[in-house]
């Protein structure tokens, strides 16, 4: 999968926040809280990277398999989906793999494979503090990084 230019969306309460890799090296991630406000809201944000990315392959969560989610962030992972379909791209939902204990141990091993985004790592959360902004940034990478590690039989399964 060498020089394949792939954009990784996820979506969480308040954020949605994407990864780019280009042949699996990890070249730009953003969040935007904008783009949690609604569907539509989701939908444009992500025709506006599209468009200025250009990947070929756009990976989002499938839905129906996010069991953590609530349902307005299911209906923005959906409009993501839905907007990557309507491109001249290979639409990719993956069901979200955990294979850590928790979200921050899952970063971590994220950050050694992807030193770009090391900065970026969450800081653990008291019991009592909001969820880190940047974990979704790390849930995008999660997915992208399933879908790398897969190669081209992962992504031949995940388009069904």
């Known amino acids: ?38 569907p ?33 962030t299911k209906e923005i992972i959906g409009a993501i989906a839905r907007t990557a379909e309507h491109n001249y791209v290979l639409d990719v939902s993956v069901k979200r793999e955990h294979d850590f204990a928790n979200k921050y141990e899952e970063a971590e091993a994220l950050a050694e494979r992807y030193p770009e985004i090391e900065a970026w790592l969450p800081k653990r959360r008291r019991f009592f503090d909001n969820e880190p902004r940047n974990t979704v940034l790390f849930e995008a990478l999660s997915l992208a990084d399933a879908v790398m590690r897969g190669g081209p039989t992962a992504l031949g399964r995940a388009m069904g």
């Open 40 to 72: 539509s809201a989701a939908a444009e944000q992500t025709q506006k990277w599209i468009n200025r990315l250009k990947p070929e392959v756009v990976v989002t969560e499938k839905p129906e398999a996010a069991a953590k989610k609530g349902e307005k």
């Open 1 to 38: 999968m060498a020089g394949l230019r792939m954009l990784s969306v996820a979506a969480a309460s308040g954020r949605v926040g994407y990864v780019y890799l280009v042949g699996g090296s990890l070249m730009d991630w953003r969040t935007s809280s904008k783009a949690a406000e609604s």
